[in-house]
């Protein structure tokens, strides 16, 4: 069931996001010439509309430049080097009106993994191929979600079953009798390595100018 999220959380978690953004970015100048520099520029733009309440929500067909740096990994080493990915990221998450998973918000993907594996357990399927390391996959992402820092969204790389571009395609044939063990799986995948919440999500967008939600 998609939980909704309110326009002001989005402007929020915008805001919040472009100022790591433009803080990576200090030593380069808001150009049209350089990635950096668009990205700058874009951020800038993000926070006026914001600040004058005329960004929509969801903002998808708003948002270009940085959707097309991230998915070209056009931004220089150093950016990436002290986390802009993981910021584009949330933004563009955002973007699509869904909320992004914070340090505050790990006991809840807990509680989504334990569901998961319980059910996992209780349906016998631990003995089929390959679920021997999702299960070891996502007792090592629960532990490793003990923590007050930052570390979402992680990295494919270092899992036993994750670290496979077709881990889905993988597993879905022995999920084909229950749909709700594809969602459930998809759902803790999109938390933990994309860092959004698919059941959290902006579901009524608002025109611009309209009052904010409280």
Not at 38 to 53: D, F, G
Not at 95 to 124: A, C, M, N, T, W
Not at 160 to 167: G, L, T
Request: hydrophobic share 35%; proline share 8%; aromatic share 14%.
């Amino acid at each position: 069931m998609v939980k909704p999220v309110t326009r002001r959380e989005i402007y929020e978690l915008t805001v919040k996001y472009c100022d790591r953004v433009l803080e990576i970015l200090q030593d380069w100048e808001p150009s049209n010439d350089t990635p950096p520099g668009r990205v700058i520029y874009e951020c800038m733009w993000l926070k006026q509309e914001i600040a004058e309440n005329r960004l929509p929500v969801p903002f998808y067909d708003e948002l270009l430049t940085i959707r097309y740096v991230y998915s070209h990994g056009d931004m220089p080493r150093e950016a990436y080097e002290k986390g802009i990915e993981r910021y584009l990221r949330f933004i563009i998450a955002l973007s699509d009106g869904y909320r992004i998973v914070e340090p505050k918000d790990y006991p809840e993907v807990q509680e989504d993994i334990d569901r998961f594996l319980r059910r996992l357990r209780d349906g016998g399927w631990e003995s089929k191929e390959g679920v021997p390391e999702l299960i070891a996959d996502l007792e090592a992402i629960r532990e490793k979600l003990n923590t007050t820092e930052e570390i979402i969204p992680l990295p494919f790389e270092g899992h036993k079953f994750f670290d496979n571009p077709d881990w889905f395609s993988w597993v879905r044939p022995f999920f084909d009798e229950s749909p709700e063990m594809q969602s459930q799986l998809r759902e803790v995948a999109l938390e933990v390595f994309e860092g959004q919440f698919e059941r959290y999500r902006y579901t009524d967008p608002v025109p611009p100018q309209a009052t904010l939600e409280a």
